[in-house]
């Protein structure tokens, strides 16, 4: 069972790398992007297919358990 809502796991996506649910966006990626001092509407302009309550809810759950446990 997937412990998390934004963040998926699937052999066949990106040979099962952490994505931001429904896309094929790396969850690390988002959070670098965060780290190296963008802000939410920014990522948001860079991945326009994504919500941002889909970039708030990975980002928690990043912050939540640590990138390390995704």
């Known amino acids: ?3 998390f809502i934004y963040i998926s796991r699937d052999p066949q996506i990106l040979g ?3 994505v931001i649910s429904g ?3 790396p969850a690390e990626r988002i959070y670098h992007l965060l ?3 963008y ?3 920014t990522i948001k302009k860079e991945f326009p ?3 941002v309550k889909k970039i708030r809810g990975a980002l928690s759950e990043v912050f939540r ?3 390390a446990n995704i």
């Open 65 to 67: 358990v640590g990138l």
């Open 16 to 18: 099962g790398t952490p």
């Open 35 to 37: 780290e190296q001092g």
């Open 23 to 25: 896309t094929r966006i």
């Open 1 to 3: 069972m997937n412990k």
């Open 49 to 51: 297919q994504v919500g």
């Open 39 to 41: 802000t939410e509407s």
